[in-house]
């Protein structure tokens, strides 16, 4: 126990053995005060702050509400997760593809959308992908309207 500015604060001592310095050293940690009635409180644990809790939300959501279209024609397509999340990372901003899973962590949508966004993954959905022409055709067509013209 020490007294601190006339506060009593209750600390655990141990040693530790120092490397650096090769020998024991004191390490203490405070538990908790004791207030004037007597009253034992806890420390009160640190609120740690995360970036993760922080997310970027106006690009995000107005690329995710432009690719709705996009999202619903391509319900039955097995990468549609991944191929969405890609393109919306590219329109914000175009970087490589081993980047692409840390700055789509950083988007709100990454809270309801969760694609496997693996640079090794990517890269082979891409080629799959850019292999079926006539499925992107048929994509596209769904996506004009009748008589109109689609220019990408």
């Known amino acids: 126990m020490k007294v601190i500015g006339g506060n009593y604060y209750l600390y655990a001592a141990k040693g530790i053995w120092d490397k650096k310095k090769k ?3 004191k390490k203490t940690v405070l538990l908790g005060s004791i207030d004037e009635n007597g ?4 420390k ?3 609120r740690i702050f995360s970036s993760f809790m922080v ?3 106006g690009n995000s959501q107005l690329v995710w509400n ?3 279209d996009m999202y619903t024609i ?3 397509h097995p990468y549609r997760d991944q191929i969405i999340a890609m393109a919306m990372i590219k329109a914000i901003d ?3 593809l081993r980047l692409v ?3 789509f962590q950083k988007l709100y949508i990454s809270r309801s959308l969760k694609p496997d966004l693996y640079p090794d993954d990517l890269s082979r959905i891409l080629g799959c992908v850019g292999n079926h022409f006539p499925n992107q055709y048929e994509m596209f067509r769904k996506l004009m309207d009748p008589g109109g013209l689609l220019f990408l």
């Open 44 to 46: 009160r644990p640190k």
């Open 23 to 25: 020998k024991p050293v």
């Open 94 to 96: 175009p970087i490589p």
């Open 66 to 68: 432009l690719a709705q």
């Open 39 to 42: 009253t034992y409180r806890e």
């Open 55 to 57: 997310y970027e939300y």
């Open 74 to 76: 391509m319900e039955k």
């Open 101 to 103: 899973a840390s700055r």
